[in-house]
């Protein structure tokens, strides 16, 4: 039954990725203009899904998807035509591909592919705005009228002369230089290096695993995020030990450890967490109020 199941999934995986092609292709206006995608970028994507699935999207340190991704972020620095076109197309098959994968059971899988696509559409959307800024600019500076006109002695009213004054030349257009500011152009916001983007997936993650109340997962993402130098993640994994956030999540026999959560959230204070902190304090208030208590 296994077997066929998994037969029955690959054959729907393909009439949808087929069928996704296709409604890709009649929908995107960079088709319809004959633009073939970037094949080397292409390429790179198709890797990133493979990866994906395979498991391998934080790790191997040699095999991983977020590995293969910077070689596609640096390949979306200068937009190309077709580079936009390949990204575009993985866009429509891994939200597809994620989808299935939902379908399947497979939830992590499903998170990852949809968390590359949408990593994918901002990518386009910083093409688009780098590639809007020289317009905009040109548009906004406008050539001004011709100054160049009659010598300067033909400029100069009679009366303005005193016969017995030295020659005065009056400064006009023709032989003055004006300097115009022109403000440059703002810088595309640039992309996260490949670490902050393995922090952050780790820590969505993490969320992710939290909301289903699979709290060993969550702490593995949120302390792997945390050693890459997420301060979310520290304090997320802080809050799985936080008497004050344990008692919210409702999970039997899970037992808060205040040593443990201050520990995370001064991880996180160190990190730059503000909120940590004010956490931390109220945390030592509580330790010591139940020294006091004891006899």
Not at 245 to 273: C, N
Request: aromatic share 4%; charged share 20%.
């Amino acid at each position: 039954m296994r077997l066929l199941r998994a037969v029955l999934l690959a054959a729907l995986w393909v009439c949808f990725t087929e069928l996704s092609a296709a409604t890709a292709l009649a929908d995107d206006p960079l088709a319809k203009q004959g633009v073939a995608p970037d094949q080397d970028s292409a390429a790179l994507l198709q890797k990133v899904v493979h990866q994906i699935v395979a498991g391998h999207t934080v790790s191997p340190l040699e095999d991983n998807a977020l590995a293969t991704w910077e070689g596609v972020r640096k390949r979306a620095q200068e937009m190309t035509p077709g580079t936009e076109h390949a990204l575009n197309d993985f866009v429509s098959l891994a939200g597809g591909r994620a989808e299935t994968e939902r379908l399947a059971g497979r939830e992590m899988v499903a998170f990852d592919l949809q968390a590359f696509a949408d990593m994918a559409q901002e990518l386009l959307q910083r093409g688009m705005m780098h590639a809007g800024t020289p317009n905009a600019q040109s548009a906004g500076v406008r050539a001004g009228p011709s100054v160049i006109g009659a010598p300067v002695a033909n400029n100069i009213p009679a009366a303005l002369v005193e016969p017995a004054a030295a020659p005065v030349k009056v400064p006009t257009s023709s032989d003055t230089v004006i300097a115009l500011a022109v403000p440059k152009p703002p810088a595309p916001p640039r992309a996260p290096p490949m670490q902050d983007q393995a922090a952050a997936l780790l820590t969505s993650r993490g969320d992710a695993m939290l909301a289903i109340k699979d709290i060993s997962a969550a702490r593995k993402l949120y302390e792997r995020a945390a050693n890459l130098g997420s301060a979310a993640a520290a304090k997320g994994l802080a809050r799985t030990y936080d008497p004050g956030y344990v008692g919210k999540l409702g999970i039997m026999g899970m037992r808060p450890d205040v040593t443990m959560a201050a520990s995370w959230y001064d991880r996180a204070a160190a990190l730059g967490d503000r909120e940590a902190v004010q956490r931390m304090q109220e945390l030592d208030a509580m330790a010591g109020q139940g020294r006091a208590l004891m006899p």
